[in-house]
Nanobody
């Protein structure tokens, strides 16, 4: 079992920044992927970004590339999503997720085995 605790959401204005954190514990492995997804009201959950724990390869959705940066702290087994230049359309519940088995970073939510509880990000215009 793997436990994920995500945090760092809040209410900000357009153009502001937030940093989300996802702390992992339990039976993590060196080859897993940590990802962030988001879900806005009435919309499907969508991929935001992900990072391979071993090697640090990253992937971003086109809508956030250049504004969001994903990183990891190996010692803390924590992933971060630095979100800059936030826009109202970034408003959603953000979930971190862990894919323990894939060789490549997946953008498909069903590929991820474990999920955090979600943290709300609200960006006002």
């Amino acid at each position: 079992q793997v436990q994920l605790v995500d945090s760092g959401g809040g209410l900000v204005q357009a153009g502001d920044s937030l940093r989300l954190s996802c702390a992992a514990s339990g039976r993590t492995t060196s080859g897993y992927t940590m990802g962030w997804f988001r879900q806005a009201p009435g919309k499907e959950r969508e991929f935001v970004s992900a990072i391979k724990w071993n090697g640090g390869n990253t992937r971003y959705a086109g809508s956030v590339r250049g504004r969001f940066t994903i990183s990891r702290d190996n010692a803390k087994i924590t992933a971060y999503l630095q979100m800059n230049s936030l826009k109202p359309e970034d408003t959603a519940v953000y979930y971190c997720a862990a894919d323990l088995h894939a060789q490549e970073i997946s953008t498909l939510s069903w590929r991820y085995d474990y999920w955090g509880q979600g943290t709300q990000v609200t960006v006002s215009s």
